[in-house]
């Protein structure tokens, strides 16, 4: 039996490489590929959403599994995007404070409501009507969760205080293998 324990904890392993923080985050000019901001300028395209990306105090690297968690990320975006209203705003803001570092996405919709802050990340979760579309199967929140999770990191729900829609944080240690 522990032999079958190890091997499910070896299969659970992420194979976390160093990411250079210039690789995902900054602008086209310095890396070539600002993957995040052009993903969410194209998404947010056709509701003609202001989108902003704020960068504090950013680590120079840190160690996750780049495909995965540019999933996460994006998943939270998605989300951010599809429950903002026309013309209105999505932010990710990026700031490293101390040994962890969060990532935060903001949108200008109606926020989430008092049940979705506790389930809105459980599989297939649909419960609130005002942020349902047609397109949506409950997973985005759930998959970017348990990807998180998977990088011992946190993914966090709450209404932004100044704009009254969504705020999703995501937060990872920073660790270091220079």
């Known amino acids: 039996m ?3 324990r190890l091997l499910k904890a070896e299969c659970l392993k992420t194979k976390r490489t160093k990411l250079l923080l210039t690789h995902l985050l900054v602008p086209i000019a310095i ?3 600002f993957l995040v901001e052009q993903q969410m300028k194209a998404l947010s395209l056709e509701k003609n959403l202001e989108v902003s990306v704020e960068m ?3 680590p120079t690297s840190i160690m996750i599994e780049e495909e995965l968690f540019y999933r996460a990320l994006l998943n939270v ?3 951010a995007v599809e429950h903002t209203p026309n013309n209105g705003k999505v932010t ?3 700031e490293g404070k101390g040994d962890v570092i969060h990532f935060t996405v903001k949108d200008s919709g109606t926020g989430f409501s008092a049940k979705d802050l506790k389930q809105a990340t459980k599989q297939f979760y649909r419960e609130d ?3 349902n579309t047609t397109n949506h199967h409950g997973m985005g929140l759930y998959i970017a969760e348990s990807i998180i999770k998977k990088h011992d ?3 966090t729900l709450a209404n932004d205080s100044i704009t009254g829609g969504g705020k999703v944080t995501v ?3 920073v660790i270091s293998m220079e």
């Open 56 to 58: 504090v105090r950013l």
């Open 77 to 79: 975006i998605v989300n």
């Open 31 to 33: 890396s070539g590929l």
């Open 153 to 155: 990191g946190v993914l």
């Open 129 to 131: 009507q005002s942020r």
């Open 171 to 173: 937060t990872l240690l």
């Open 2 to 4: 522990d032999m079958l």
């Open 92 to 94: 990710l803001s990026v």
